[in-house]
């Protein structure tokens, strides 16, 4: 469904992302962990096509769309939440919902029922999205994300902020999506929940995959190695 083969991507001479191969097959939930900076968000938007990358490939469903605009992209069924949600503030929780369908694909999803998969978002409708709590605001984002009927639904970071009540809300509403078949991509920062969310996550150090097929079975320190590098691990554990 989604391959990402040998991508670079900088930021002037900085490799935020170096080297990065990887396969999502339809359906699959993956999640993607790795500390802050390790460059889970750059390589989600340039998977988007919200970056443009130094060298490597993108394709998706096939096609190759290394160079391919973002909202073509979208149209082809790839559709990321961006971190921060990155919403209309002036907007209504409905107009920001129908700006996902600025790119017309065909699908199932519609107003009606974003608001039967978020029912918080119902008595939101017609209030400015500025005025939302995190978890309406997530939810609006996602929503948005949703409107496009995505076949791969990127979501990076969507628990940020938010309090645990509200992140499992907002989960409960992303596991509705694995029984459509909608492949995910997620960056999530709980390593537990990433593990138990997933069929397998990805960890990311320093600009490169360090251990990819993790899943509950994995040892414990080889994650955290992976996560942390081999000569921080101690450290990190010492100061937590
Ligand atoms: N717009 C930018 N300009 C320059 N450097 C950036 C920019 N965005 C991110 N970076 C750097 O790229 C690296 C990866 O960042 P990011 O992809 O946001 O990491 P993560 O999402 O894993 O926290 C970090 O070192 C960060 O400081
Ligand atoms: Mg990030």
Redesign the pocket.
Request: hydrophobic fraction near 35%; aromatic fraction near 10%; avoid cysteine.
């Given at each position: 469904m989604l391959s990402v083969s040998n991508l670079d991507v900088r930021?002037?001479q900085?490799r935020?992302?170096q080297g990065v191969s990887m396969n999502i097959d339809q359906g699959d939930i993956v999640s993607l962990i790795?500390?802050?900076?390790?460059?889970?968000?750059?390589?989600l938007?340039a998977i988007a096509g919200a970056l443009p990358i130094h060298s490597g490939r993108v394709s998706f469903k096939q096609h190759d769309v290394t160079t391919t605009s973002s909202s073509a992209r979208v149209k082809q069924g790839l559709s990321l939440v961006p971190?921060g949600r990155r919403l209309f503030a002036d907007m209504t929780v409905e107009e920001n919902l129908l700006l996902g369908t600025t790119v017309k694909r065909s699908g199932d999803w519609s107003i009606e029922r974003i608001f039967a998969t978020f029912p918080n978002l119902v008595k939101r409708r017609h209030a400015k999205t500025g005025n939302l709590s995190g978890g309406e605001q997530q939810a609006t984002a996602i929503g948005r994300a949703l409107m496009s009927n995505p076949d791969c639904l990127i979501l990076?970071?969507v628990s940020l902020g938010l309090s645990p009540l509200v992140v499992d809300q907002v989960y409960a509403s992303i596991d509705s999506l694995k029984d459509a078949g909608t492949t995910i991509l997620l960056?999530e920062q709980d390593l537990e929940r990433a593990i138990r969310f997933s069929h397998r996550a990805i960890c990311?150090l320093e600009?490169k995959i360090v251990l990819d097929k993790l899943t509950s079975d994995t040892n414990k320190e080889e994650i955290t190695h992976a996560y942390f590098g081999l000569q921080q691990s101690k450290h990190q554990e010492a100061s937590q």
């Open positions: 930021y002037g900085f935020a992302v790795g500390a802050n900076g390790a460059g889970k968000s750059t390589l938007r971190e990076d970071e960056v990311m600009g």
